[in-house]
């Protein structure tokens, strides 16, 4: 079992950088591939990036590749994602997640679906 707890969102001017932290309960953290999502109003939550269980492979969706890195710290139980260049619309909630299939990441671990620990989501506004 592991439980999930999102911080750092807010509001941000266009431009501008946030830094998300996710911070996980249970011993077996390093056993999980780990995930950010995100769910704008009126639309589907949607992948935005996921590390594998010892933080060496990371994956992106185009739109945010080259201003968003995640990252974790299995001593710390503790995954991050930094957020820079943020754009309008980067505006959503943004969820961890964890996947305890593999630890790793495929195609699986890129959809909601891969998925079977959920936080409670954070904020985040970007404006003009």
């Known amino acids: 079992q592991v439980q999930l707890v999102e911080s750092g969102g807010g509001l941000v001017q266009a431009g501008g950088s946030l830094r998300l932290s996710c911070a996980a309960s249970g011993r077996t953290f390093s056993n999980y591939a780990m995930g950010w999502f995100r769910q704008a109003p009126g639309k589907e939550r949607e992948f935005v990036a996921a590390?594998?269980?010892?933080?060496?492979?990371?994956y992106y969706t185009d739109s945010v590749k080259g201003r968003f890195t995640i990252s974790r710290d299995n001593a710390k139980n503790t995954m991050l994602l930094q957020m820079n260049s943020l754009k309008l619309e980067d505006t959503a909630v943004y969820y961890c997640a964890a996947s305890s299939r593999s630890g790793g990441v495929s195609n699986y671990e890129l959809r909601t679906i891969g998925y079977n620990y959920w936080g409670q989501g954070t904020q985040v506004t970007v404006s003009s």
């Open positions: 590390v594998n269980w010892s933080g060496g492979h990371t």
